[in-house]
């Protein structure tokens, strides 16, 4: 079945550093792939998103690409700010899948000033 | 827009108690869900509805009902509280892509709940 692999966190970084957070997928057909970001004690709220390959989804200065080669849709930015520590979800939603959409494990960002 | 509203923010429980975790939606959307988020973990999904009057078992429906009368409320009803259903449980609502895919999943502020 359809699934999403996001790397392990925490992520610890200083202020201004560059991010990534890799996220890869197995899924049959074209399936649209989203980032979500979660607040401390807060629900999850889109971040980006992309429904075909090669699109490129951004918002708040994060990036991701939507890579139908190598399977992948890798969040990234520049410059992160302590206010952009939180908890990074990547998604998919993919024939196989129906309805549902199936959610990675969640990376945790922290950012030092 | 409200968006994805529900309640309450929080709740205690005793062991073997009932109750019902409410969820509303004003964008008009055809999919609603609820999930469970679990400390550390990422989010389970629990039951799911395409429609007024279809409901269907997400991976973790055992000890929760659900019922969608109208588009707009999908509530969540636990039947008998134990301990291992403490959690923080998240109401979201979504349209339909082209193909019947989910779009973007709006959630709610979620729900805390302690059983004891």
């Known amino acids: 079945g359809d699934s999403v692999t996001q790397m392990e966190g925490p992520v610890t970084l200083s202020e201004e550093a560059f991010l990534t957070i890799n996220c890869t997928y197995t899924?049959?057909?074209?399936?649209?792939l989203f980032w979500y970001v979660q607040y401390p004690g807060e629900g999850l709220q889109l971040l980006l998103k992309a429904t075909k390959a090669d699109d490129k989804g951004s918002n708040k200065g994060f990036e991701a690409t939507y890579r139908k080669e190598t399977t992948s849709f890798h969040l990234e930015k520049g410059s992160v700010q302590v206010s952009d520590s939180a908890v990074y979800f990547c998604?998919?939603?993919?024939?196989?899948?129906?309805?549902?959409?199936?959610f990675g494990a969640g990376t945790r960002l922290f950012v030092k000033a | 827009n409200a968006g994805v509203t529900q309640t309450p923010k929080f709740q205690v429980l005793k062991t073997g108690q009932s109750m019902t975790l409410q969820c509303a939606q004003d964008?008009?959307?055809?999919?609603m869900s609820w999930y469970r988020q679990d400390p550390g973990m990422g989010l389970r999904l629990i039951h799911y509805?395409?429609?007024?009057?279809?409901?269907d078992q997400g991976e973790v429906p055992n000890g929760y009902n659900v019922s969608r009368s109208t588009t707009e409320d999908f509530p969540l009803r636990l039947l008998s509280a134990a301990p291992s259903q403490t959690s923080v449980y998240f109401c979201?609502?979504?349209?339909?892509?082209?193909?019947?895919?989910?779009?973007?999943?709006?959630f709610g502020p979620g729900t805390r709940l302690t059983v004891l």
């Open positions: 998604a998919l939603s993919g024939d196989t899948g129906g309805f549902k959409t199936i």
């Open positions: 979201a609502s979504s349209t339909r892509l082209a193909g019947g895919t989910t779009d973007t999943q709006y």
């Open positions: 899924a049959t057909g074209y399936p649209s």
């Open positions: 964008m008009n959307h055809e999919y």
């Open positions: 509805s395409v429609g007024a009057g279809i409901t």
